[in-house]
């Protein structure tokens, strides 16, 4: 079922969603060549205890860090390390999540260390303009993936690139992870059904993270040691963005989104 939040839990949500985009700046500004992982999980993991809350992953179905940190490749949950070191060009994805008073707030950027490619950075800005173009037609009473999905399919095929399918977004705030599963590509008619694609209603709050691979390949995989690090099948580089949205009567809210930043 889909969970509808009250006042009282969109105010908690909404506080946890700031203290983790507070997180994740932090975390921005000590990204450069020759800092590890490591050092940028115990950044994350330092500012949210100082600030009352707890970083969701650690532990949550066996993830063995407090943030997760996705390098080139690697499409998502790449598990922090101290030998991995950022080297000038690599692009990574810090994903944070907090729960701050039992409250979930999840987002993630893509950033690029030291100077990056123009392909690197055409990736990285595709990625945020498609989850960008997918939050602005979030709405109550459209459905979700006539909005995220089909916006993100439509705006992609252009490039070479293309939206992996085996990860989505997903409802948050009570839990980590709750519906409904947001799918970040056009649902094919006969997967398009009310579970799928429900309509949206005032009260949801759900995320749109797409990981966009520059390649047609959107196939990934899991490392078969670590049981998490998810890479694109052909070594291409991948790249995300994530915020969470509340949807309100006239259109939505960001949640992650802080008052002095730009969507
Ligand atoms: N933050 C990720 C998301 O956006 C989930 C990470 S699950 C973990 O849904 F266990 F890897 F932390
Ligand atoms: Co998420
Ligand atoms: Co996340």
Redesign the pocket.
Known sequence: MIIIKNKKQINGIRKSSKLARQTLLEVGKHIKPGVSTEFLDKIAVDFIKKHKAIAA?LN??G?PKSI?TSINNVVC?GIPSSKEILKDGDIINV?I?TILDGYYG?T?ITFGVGEISKQAQQLIDVTKKAMVLAIKKLKSGRKLNDCVGQTIDEYISTFAYSAVRQFGG?GVGIKF?EEPLVFHYRLQEHYDNLKNNPILKEGMIL?V?PMINASLEWEVKIDENDG?TVRTIDGALSAQF?HTILITKNGHEVLTKLEEENL
């Open positions: 992953p949550y179905g993830f997760c949950h994903d999540t999840d993630s997903h992870h995320t993270e998490w994530e």
